[in-house]
T-cell receptor, first 115, second 110 residues
């Protein structure tokens, strides 16, 4: 398996522009997670889906952030409009939940820079 | 908010020595996980210990859990240069998101 795939790997955009980050989870996994990593705040959970349904989006910082999972093999995280403080590395992770807690598999991340 | 707090924030040791990192958490947990992150890369799962377990081993890794003290430790024995990375403890997982600590940055000197 190719693992979790994220695109783009790097994104540089100007303040006010729309940014869309993409994620393809591992085939067969039923949960998908979006995290953000910054030096100041560390790793933060933004939103997660179980069986394509959003479960908890309390970590989404503002209404400028939205996430979708139209099917089991694709998810997007959109920021509109983007701001310089959104600069961070955004990770997508997936897991197969059978019973109880389990490990998550992370993608390589998208490094976003908003100027 | 951060669930776990790793200690120390940074650790530098000689190759071949053992490295110990600690993690304290605040709320009750079902399990605790440790992840490694190499510079500029995604996180890699190392080991999961459940709340009813006290110790777990995986290769050169040893994890302990003390639920009464709300703390866990990760021991890496016979360290290698390739172990240089940041190490995070995290609670949750499975169908729920993970809550991470701030991490310990480990440097193995050759």
């Amino acid at each position: 398996d190719a693992g979790v795939i994220q695109s783009p790997r790097h994104e540089v955009t100007e303040m006010g522009q729309e940014v869309t980050l993409r994620c393809k989870p591992i085939s067969g996994h039923n949960s998908l997670f979006w995290y953000r990593q910054t030096m100041m705040r560390g790793l933060e959970l933004l939103i997660y889906f179980n069986n394509n349904v959003p479960i908890d989006d309390s970590g989404m910082p503002e209404d400028r952030f939205s996430a979708k999972m139209p099917n089991a093999s694709f998810s997007t995280l959109k920021i509109q409009p983007s701001e310089p403080r959104d600069s961070a590395v955004y990770f997508c992770a997936s897991s197969l939940v059978l019973a109880g807690g389990g490990e998550q598999y992370f993608g390589p991340g998208t490094r976003l820079t908003v100027t | 908010s951060q669930q776990g707090e790793e200690d120390p924030q940074a650790l530098s040791i000689q190759e071949g020595e053992n490295a110990t990192m600690n993690c304290s958490y605040k709320t009750s947990i079902n399990n605790l996980q440790w992840y490694r992150q190499n510079s500029g890369r995604g996180l890699v799962h190392l080991i999961l210990i459940r709340s009813n377990e006290r110790e777990k081993h995986s290769g050169r890794l040893r994890v302990t859990l003390d639920t009464s003290k709300k703390s866990s430790s990760l021991l890496i024995t016979a360290s290698r240069a390739a172990d240089t990375a940041s190490y995070f403890c995290a609670s949750g997982g499975g169908a729920d998101g993970l809550t991470f600590g701030k991490g310990t940055h480990l440097i193995i000197q050759p």
